[in-house]
């Protein structure tokens, strides 16, 4: 028994064959052809599962949870949060911005889609961050495919808004005073159709 290794290019490989020459030296005609089918490698893929909202209010001593879905047929090289800091008037960031990482430890293997999670500590972000600016921030994953890529994979955008805790509060209680209102519309429909069902059984 024989082995060999044949080295597989990117791109223009659709078989090979193997060449049979007898000990006269008079080699083999029609020679079987085995197909091979170079599939490409797909990028790495991201799904944000936490925060739901793509956009959110939090304070400096906020430790939002970002929770994230990520899978590659290659192998992962980095995975990482990355982000952008601007002032909360500049609006939506390009790329033009200054981006920062934070990295996360990846183990080098493919596989299935493995779900992942980190505590942003924001008040540790650096460089620092204040109350009034916004914290724009994905996941991007790089895979180790060093023949055609590498590939990389970005999240959808979300964003931070960074305020002060007064300004939260006052958040909170508008939202639980429009449950509260929702809750009373409620009942009075239900009172209304009680009183109602009540007439028609007269």
Known sequence: MATVDIPIPAKDLTGFSILMVNTEGIASV??????IE?????VPEIELLQPL????????KAK???EFRVSDD????HLALVYIITETASGESGDAEEQHRIEFPVDGKSGPPREESYSWEISTTKPGV???QNLTYWIE??????V???GIGRSKRQQFVVVTVQEKRDEIAERVKKQADELNNINKTQKELSDEVKGLIR
């Open 30 to 35: 029609s020679n079987t052809v085995y197909g």
């Open 38 to 42: 170079v599939i490409p490698d797909k």
């Open 53 to 60: 909202a793509e956009q959110e209010t939090v304070t400096l």
């Open 64 to 66: 939002p949870l970002i």
């Open 74 to 77: 290659y192998a992962l090289k």
């Open 130 to 132: 204040k109350e009034g």
């Open 141 to 146: 994953a790089e895979d180790n495919n060093n």
């Open 148 to 150: 055609t890529g590498p």
